[in-house]
């Protein structure tokens, strides 16, 4: 099964995401789900992220919502808001 995640950074945090930026990467290729496609989101001018957006393949919804609440960025309150969703590709 497909889900897509979508993350907000909490306001005031973006400057703090670089104090995780390793271990939320590391965490990302531990393998614990698969990650199709992965990166920021970003203001309409392209200054300032935003949050991200993530596709992941995996078994079942619980899969994915444990690794999202393993993230660093999650365990550090960078993350605002999240909305992970089943998704059913068809292009």
Known sequence: MLFILHCVVQPG????????????????A???????????????????LIGGLYVFEAESREEVEAFYNRDPYVLNGI??????ERWDKRV
């Open 79 to 84: 993350w605002k808001k999240s909305l992970l």
């Open 13 to 28: 945090q973006a400057e703090r995401l670089a104090l995780f930026r390793d271990q939320h990467r590391a965490h990302a």
């Open 30 to 48: 531990a393998g614990l789900v698969k990650i199709v496609s992965a990166g920021p989101t970003l203001s309409d001018d392209g200054e300032r």
